[in-house]
């Protein structure tokens, strides 16, 4: 029996799951949170502090080993993801000199649209393989926007740091920058590092989009590799504060929805949704596909090593139905309870779930929520209806822009899914295709995984998936709703492309159209 331990870091919590790699049970799973500051004056601003989570860690981690009813000693080797591109900058000695800037924190806009700018100017190939638009989410320009906002901090900058690499580094006691372990997963989706043009992007093109960023690849120096590798081993000041064994192995770490696709049985061939406070859409392709404008990146091995690891997804997710259920003074479940007796859009309501901003396939971080078709009987429960098809309509436009990657499967993974049967029909219903839903979360389950490969195991990632990775249930296309949903798919582009694309669509045909499937225009519908 080899017991392994992996930690999951989201938004507002981590959790950390220890599993038997014997027989793939879960012996415990415990979480604890930490704070998220966010700004009524700026809401662009979301941080986090790096103590905040090693706090929260040490108590995930010593509740899940009581938990499970063993002693730390046990746990053979620990890994971890983190939400990306969550980043911090720290001093020679790799002490923070601020907050992180969450994922979530779209402060670096009018950065993301400069290098996205000289990098089309000067013809930068890693730019066509993060989608043609270099996103405010992301490293290069969260990195700048410290450098321009932060003045008196300058000259103590030595390296910024994706956190799920800056948690690696501390839990294994990585003093230098020369020394940091730096995940392919993290620098190849969100600061454009490749093998392909050599590592990071010119040098020279950086400085011409500032001159602060004057020798700033040197500071992003380290180990770079997939998480196959080691970033290391358990240092002794960790194990003490985690109640584990010193000197257990530490894979590189990764994005928890890179990890979550893994967890849920990903293979080749197969697109998984990642869906929670946000959606990260992760598929993977050949190592020779073509890069695909306006996704979030294609790089190889940063989910499965040999295969090309391609990511997209939409800003928020169970944020807005969060929002829709607080501005009605209740709960999601409850706002959803009876919505699986609505047809195809049967509340005449149609929403563009911006309200985050748009991930992919625009990359605009200046957009907002829209929804249309209201009258005065709307009720919450018909927005929460609105809203869960408007994500799966924009998940459908996003999977047609990535047509050229054979999908075999498609999987609702993330936290969410196990808990909204009418999400998951929703999106069987508007995408045509089945819908495989994990039959318990496997948020935790990915990094159990790169745990169990690290402690030796097993050879291979399918071997542990086999073990590890939960059944799927099916979500199967109601055959009776093809129509109605392509109909909406088609009123739904034509919105997406007109408000977001400047793209003309008549616009006099919306409304009615809307109202139609209100009054029950196709037969199907039920009430």
Known sequence: MTLVAGADFGTLSVRVTIMDTANGRT??????????????????????????????????????????????????????????SSVIVVDEN?????????????????????????????????????????????????????????????????????????LAATLCGVRSVADLPRSICAMGHKWMWGERWGGPPPQVFLESVDPLLEGVNAKL????????????????????????????PIPIGAFDAHWDAVGSGCRAGDVVNVIGTSTCIIALGHENMKPVRGICGAVPG??????????????????IFEAIARRAGTDVATLCRGLEDYGPGATGLMRLTWDNGDRTVLVRSDLGGVTLGWDLSHSAADEMHAA?????????????????????????????PQKNGVLNQTYADVLGC??????????????????????????TIDDAQAVLSPR??????????????DELHGLFRDLYYGFGAGEQVAL???????????????????R
């Open 434 to 459: 089945d819908v495989h839903v994990p039959d318990r979360s496997p948020v935790g389950v990915g990094a159990c995984i790169f745990a169990a490969l690290a402690a030796g195991a097993f050879d």
């Open 302 to 319: 940063s989910v499965i090593p040999g295969l090309m690891g391609v990511e997209a997804g939409q800003s928020a997710t169970g944020d």
């Open 221 to 248: 120096a380290g180990r770079y590799g997939t998480s196959r590798e080691l970033a290391g081993h358990l240092s002794v000041e960790w194990a003490e504060k985690l109640g584990l064994r010193a000197g257990i």
């Open 472 to 485: 799927t249930r099916v979500f199967r296309p109601r055959a009776e709703r093809k129509d109605a949903y």
């Open 508 to 526: 006099d045909r919306i409304l009615p159209a809307l109202r139609a499937f209100r009054l029950g225009k196709h037969k199907d519908q039920s």
């Open 27 to 84: 012996l415990a799973s415990e979480a604890a949170e930490y704070p998220l500051e966010r700004s009524a004056s700026d809401p662009l601003l979301a941080r986090q502090s790096h103590a905040d989570h090693m706090a929260a860690l040490e108590r995930a981690t010593r509740a899940a080993v009581t938990s499970a009813g063993i002693s730390g000693e046990e746990i053979a080797a620990f890994a971890a993801d983190t939400t990306g």
């Open 94 to 166: 790799l002490e923070p000199l601020d907050d992180y800037y969450l994922w979530c924190d779209h402060r670096a806009h009018a950065e993301a649209a400069e290098i996205t700018e000289r990098a089309r100017s000067e013809g930068i190939e890693a730019l066509d393989w993060c989608g043609g638009v270099y996103s405010h989410e992301w490293g290069y320009a969260k990195l700048l926007h410290f450098l321009r906002h932060n003045p008196e901090k300058r000259e103590r900058v030595a390296a910024a740091l994706e956190h799920c690499d800056m």
């Open 388 to 416: 869960i098809e408007g994500m799966a309509l924009h998940t459908r436009i996003i999977l047609d822009r990535m047509g050229g990657l054979s999908f075999e499967r498609v999987l609702n993974a993330g936290g969410i």
